[in-house]
């Protein structure tokens, strides 16, 4: 099955840096990669996706990449707020299997 | 966006009892929906999926017979937790696809589960 590896599992920026979390799949037949956020004790919610068929996506200060021959997708957080810190995961699936898998999750802390 | 609902949210119980958590679809139909596990600062495992209709699909290493998973509507899936023990303790969270094309799944509330 496929395999997500995600680093690093914590990561603590300054206020108004950027972060980057990054995570690499094992089956190249993925070819949907969601990014959740996750607070304490509430459930996961999608910032961010994209597909095989897309190199990158931004929605405002969130970006995400993706490479597929390396078979690595990376989100990008600029201009960090104290909000932004959570647990965030990275996923992937297959065609036509609505199954996730997860990577291991990064805790972000945006320090004041 | 589509709404996941999970009932209840949070559960203390008897070690030995069993217990129900209902996960629905509330403006969409699910044919399937998925159940994970998550434990603290960990990340989420999939547990199970959910056929509408049809028996669940368990992923290796779940009992089945201790996880019971029932998808009896478009709209509803329960999981219960039998003869429940104090390693049963968890973060439940069920999931269901709003699109079968686009892949994307919406996550209910979650259930926190405690056995003493």
């Known amino acids: 099955g496929e395999n997500v590896e995600q680093h690093p599992s914590t990561l603590s920026v300054q206020e108004g840096d950027s972060a980057v979390i990054k995570c690499t799949y094992s089956?190249?037949?993925?070819?949907?990669f969601p990014w959740y956020k996750q607070e304490l004790g509430k459930r996961p919610q999608l910032i961010i996706d994209?597909?095989?068929?897309?190199g990158e996506k931004k929605d405002q200060r969130i970006a995400v990449t993706l490479n597929k021959t390396a078979k690595h997708f990376s989100l990008h957080i600029t201009e960090t707020q104290p909000e932004d810190s959570a647990v965030y995961f990275c996923a992937a699936s297959i065609p036509w299997d609505y199954k996730l898998s997860f990577g291991a999750g990064t805790t972000v802390t945006v320090r004041a | 966006g589509a709404v996941v609902s999970q009932h209840p949210s949070w559960v203390i119980c008897k070690s030995g009892t069993s217990v129900k958590i209902e996960c629905r679809s509330l403006?969409?139909?699910?044919?399937?929906m998925f159940w994970y596990r998550q434990f603290p600062k960990q990340s989420l495992m999939l547990m199970a999926t959910s056929n509408e209709g049809s028996k669940a699909t368990y992923e290796q290493g779940v009992e089945k017979d201790k996880f019971l998973i029932n998808h009896a509507s478009l709209t509803l899936s329960t999981l219960t937790v039998t003869s429940a023990h104090p390693e049963d303790s968890s973060f439940y969270i069920c999931?269901?696809?709003?699109?079968?094309?686009?892949?994307?799944?919406?996550f209910g509330e979650g259930s926190r589960l405690t056995v003493l």
């Open positions: 994209i597909r095989s068929n897309v």
């Open positions: 999931s269901a696809a709003l699109d079968a094309l686009a892949g994307e799944l919406f």
């Open positions: 403006d969409f139909q699910a044919t399937t």
């Open positions: 089956d190249s037949a993925s070819n949907y």
